[in-house]
């Protein structure tokens, strides 16, 4: 297919039509009234679904305007991705599920929000899950549909009791019988998985940690156990695993797969009655949340995180994870005294954590360098640029490069834009040069952003012939075309 006939698909994609559509259309009232109910114009419409659109890794409907929406109104059927999208996008100014259906659309073969309701059977959740994303059509399907916000209201105190409940009783269940080494084999494949993912990124094996989840882990869940301290040690680290596959698909960009196994994480968490392991996803859905630009609810994720139990009971490690995300939730919402208090307590915290067998595995990776890293993108994001520029030159400098590789370039990223946008550009660019040089033989979406921003920044300045501006930028394309 020519440039000009890939172009002219997609345009009818996004009419919904092609030279075979009848000329003559019956107009859409569902989707019209739905449209009425939000109080949105056709343009407004466009463009938010174009920003779901980009969230979704969507470019292709990176055109749709108020004239698209007019067309669907009068009837064509936008094809692809676009319903789903156009879903999210009226689910998102309604505050509700908007359906297919209820817009006068067929149905998905897969529906995906089925999977994210928090009543759904947590091990039928994960069942599907894994067939979804082991089978290359349908995992295409999961991984073009929206990240919901509605999925992110969080369940009723009640729910969590009933979780619990439910989770004691399936330890008494039929099934082969699991004992406390198939506990520590699931951890020590979570520890290996968790350190391929630091330092490699979540472009990397994630497929072998979806799998190992839902064979091995999911047949173990189902087992019989001789106490209920076994049983949630196995649903801890099932929930571990589905956390660290989420944080894979989030690092490699892929937001609404993420979303489904955070769902899942949170659920096994709420069954295994470990209510330090819930706030860890949560904490994880909040940073997804604040990088995906919906501040407000990152905001209410990032405070259940650190609500009653979940809080209390964990570790201080796992406590200055859960405060410094805590406050970069304040500081991207305007609430800078807030922020401020959370990360002095987040680095309390940390300073009385000890490494030892009373503190989780999974927050092996937080340290200093973590703390800095993170304290820099709430200062970043309340203006304090100079701060901003202290703590990630701290973190540069504490972390363990040849371990952490991922975050490393990432840190390095952030600070040449700061440095940038202080207006040191040949400083940014040897910072830059660093950063590219740390993401040799990573794969991570989150990399890839760094280098997709470092030349965006550059632009206005690659017609002045500063050198280090040329080698950045051609070594950044280089970086990207690497994932095209």
């Known amino acids: 297919m020519t440039h000009v006939e890939a172009v002219n698909a997609v345009k009818d994609?996004?009419?919904?039509?092609?030279?075979?559509?009848?000329?003559?259309?019956?107009?859409?009232?569902?989707?019209?009234?739905?449209?009425?109910?939000?109080?949105?114009?056709?343009?407004?419409?466009?463009?938010?679904?174009?920003?779901?659109?980009?969230?979704?890794?969507?470019?292709?409907?990176?055109?749709?305007?108020?004239?698209?929406?007019?067309?669907?109104?009068?009837?064509?059927?936008?094809?692809?991705?676009?319903?789903?999208?156009?879903?999210?996008?009226?689910?998102?100014?309604?505050?509700?599920?908007?359906?297919?259906?209820?817009?006068?659309?067929?149905?998905?073969?897969?529906?995906?929000?089925?999977?994210?309701?928090?009543?759904?059977?947590?091990?039928?959740?994960?069942?599907?899950?894994?067939?979804?994303?082991?089978?290359?059509?349908?995992?295409?399907?999961?991984?073009?549909?929206?990240?919901?916000?509605?999925?992110?209201?969080?369940?009723?105190?009640?729910?969590?009791?009933?979780?619990?409940?439910?989770?004691?009783?399936?330890?008494?269940?039929?099934?082969?019988?699991?004992?406390?080494?198939?506990?520590?084999?699931?951890?020590?494949?979570?520890?290996?998985?968790?350190?391929?993912?630091?330092?490699?990124?979540?472009?990397?094996?994630?497929?072998?940690?979806?799998?190992?989840?839902?064979?091995?882990?999911?047949?173990?869940l189902r087992g019989r156990y001789a106490d209920d301290v076994l049983r949630s040690g196995m649903f801890t680290a099932a929930s571990e695993l589905s956390y660290l596959a989420g944080w894979m698909a989030f690092d490699n960009g892929e937001h609404n797969v993420a979303q489904h196994y955070f769902t899942v994480a949170v659920k096994l968490a709420a069954e295994a009655d470990n209510p330090a392991m819930a706030g860890h996803v949560l904490r994880a859905m909040a940073h997804q949340a604040i990088d995906l630009g919906h501040h407000k609810y990152a905001l209410k994720l990032a405070s259940a995180s650190v609500d009653g139990a979940r809080y209390e009971t964990a570790a201080p490690r796992e406590r200055a994870l859960l405060g410094v995300v805590h406050a970069r939730s304040l500081a991207v919402n305007g609430e800078t005294q807030g922020a401020a208090r959370a990360l002095l307590r987040a680095e309390d915290d940390l300073a009385a954590a000890s490494s030892g067998d009373d503190e989780p595995g999974r927050v092996f990776f937080f340290g200093e360098a973590s703390l800095a890293h993170e304290t820099a993108c709430a200062l970043r994001d309340t203006g304090d640029l100079a701060g901003a520029t202290t703590q990630f030159r701290r973190s540069v400098r504490t972390r363990q490069a040849s371990a952490f590789t991922r975050t490393h370039a990432v840190t390095l990223g952030y600070l040449g834009a700061v440095q940038a946008r202080q207006g040191a550009i040949e400083e940014a660019c040897a910072t830059w040069s660093r950063s590219l040089d740390a993401m040799d033989g990573v794969r991570s979406g989150r990399t890839r952003q760094v280098a997709s921003e470092m030349r965006a920044i550059l632009s206005p300045y690659k017609r002045r012939s500063i050198r280090a501006v040329q080698d950045v930028d051609a070594r950044a394309k280089t970086y990207l075309s690497t994932f095209a």
């Open 13 to 220: 994609q996004l009419r919904g039509g092609g030279a075979t559509m009848p000329q003559a259309r019956a107009g859409n009232a569902k989707l019209a009234a739905v449209i009425t109910e939000a109080g949105m114009s056709h343009g407004e419409v466009a463009r938010a679904f174009v920003r779901v659109a980009q969230e979704s890794n969507a470019p292709e409907f990176a055109g749709v305007g108020r004239s698209h929406v007019s067309h669907w109104v009068a009837g064509s059927k936008p094809s692809g991705r676009a319903p789903m999208l156009l879903c999210e996008a009226l689910s998102r100014r309604l505050g509700r599920v908007v359906t297919l259906d209820e817009i006068g659309l067929p149905a998905s073969p897969l529906s995906s929000r089925d999977m994210l309701g928090w009543r759904v059977d947590t091990l039928a959740a994960l069942t599907e899950l894994g067939r979804v994303d082991v089978d290359a059509e349908r995992r295409r399907v999961l991984s073009t549909a929206a990240y919901s916000l509605a999925a992110l209201t969080l369940p009723s105190d009640r729910w969590w009791t009933q979780m619990a409940e439910h989770g004691q009783m399936r330890g008494a269940a039929g099934g082969r019988t699991v004992g406390q080494g198939d506990l520590d084999a699931v951890r020590d494949m979570v520890s290996l998985f968790s350190r391929v993912d630091q330092r490699r990124g979540g472009g990397h094996a994630r497929s072998a940690v979806v799998q190992y989840l839902s064979s091995d882990v999911s047949n173990f």
